[in-house]
């Protein structure tokens, strides 16, 4: 590759939305100049990202769909007073397929173990010196420093080989029957093959703190539990994503993507809805020019701000109405409701009438403290 080539967009950072941009790039408009930069060696880092199928649309499914690592047809939720098996198709990525795939067709145009030092919106300066120019140079380095979340979802899962199959062919989406410990706890399930299985325990936590060595013996204990035998664990992920109830967008002048913006699900941490508009939204523009990608980006941005702040009000409920040891109560009467609904809910596509059905009737929380919640901390 030619450092001194003058490109139409350079990335910086090459995991989720550094890379969904940089495909959608490369696959939709294959005569543009797009570099990825990413200072770790391995794209993706090392993550299992899921989304729901109607999180997003018809034509974000198309382009997406090639970098999909297993789907499955639905999944089932189970809390102590629910058990429910949902149809909606649920898709999984994994980094390290995402990294093959995007190394194996456009290795050209990917810097991989490279820093960028700092950049500008129309240059980035890499850590052996290098200069390089672009029409328009993105951020998405990932998670900035977040300022006093309310509470966090962290979560340790593993990747399991086991010594015999199992016979688990949906995703095990939730189950909140486990010992509520550290706030609302549920175990996650992806069956990967017959024999391996993703098992993941995440808590609504009020800390950061993650007991990695505790938490991966309750995972194995809850394995045993199910009648699983364990050969060998393949490989350990774990996270803890800030749960916010307000925003304030950056004001430098940078092309925010993913989670360098702030803008993700704020109920549920994650960002991969909103990155896909973004995404969409850059791309459906003809032309790589600073200003009209900025205002592509905030348009897509504003037209979210209702949803955030429904999702603000949401985690305050949850994390100051509710004691952490029946916060779990507040999920269960929510997957309770109309699937169409649940599904608006993880696309941040509520409607009026949805946000009214999530807070109408009797809430599983002292109404009082709810009450006192809408009015902030
Ligand atoms: C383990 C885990 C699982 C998650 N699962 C889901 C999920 O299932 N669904 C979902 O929607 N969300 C999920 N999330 C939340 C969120 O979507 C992810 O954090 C997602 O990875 C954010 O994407 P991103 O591209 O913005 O940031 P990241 O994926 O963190 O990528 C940022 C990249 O930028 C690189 N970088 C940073 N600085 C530089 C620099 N100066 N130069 C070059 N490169 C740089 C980093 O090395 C990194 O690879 C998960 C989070 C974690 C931690």
Redesign the pocket.
Known sequence: MNEQAQFDCII???????SLLFFALKSQKPESKVLL????TLI??N?????HESDISCSQYHWIRKLISKSWSGYDVYFPNLDRSIDSPYHAIKSSDLHNKLTQHYADDILLD????TFDKGSVTLRNGHCLKAACVVD????PQVKSPLGYQKFV?LDLKLKKNHDLQRVLLKDARVKQIDGYRFIYILPWANNELLIEDTYYSNSPILDMEEIKARILAYAQNMGLEVQDILRV???C?PLVDSFSPSSDDHLR????SLE?QPVT?????Q?FKRVQALVELNHFNYEDWKQALMESAQKDRGQRMYFHLLNRMLFLAADPKNRYRVLERFYKLPLPLIERFYSGKLRGSDQLRILIGRPPVSVLRAIKSLFGR
């Open positions: 910086v950072g090459g995991g989720l939305a550094g930069i990413e200072r770790d993706g880092g993550h299992t990202w899921c989304f490279m820093e960028v030092v998405a380095r990932g998670w899962g992920e774990s996270g994503l993507l993913g989670a360098s993700y941490g994650y960002s991969f809805p990155t």
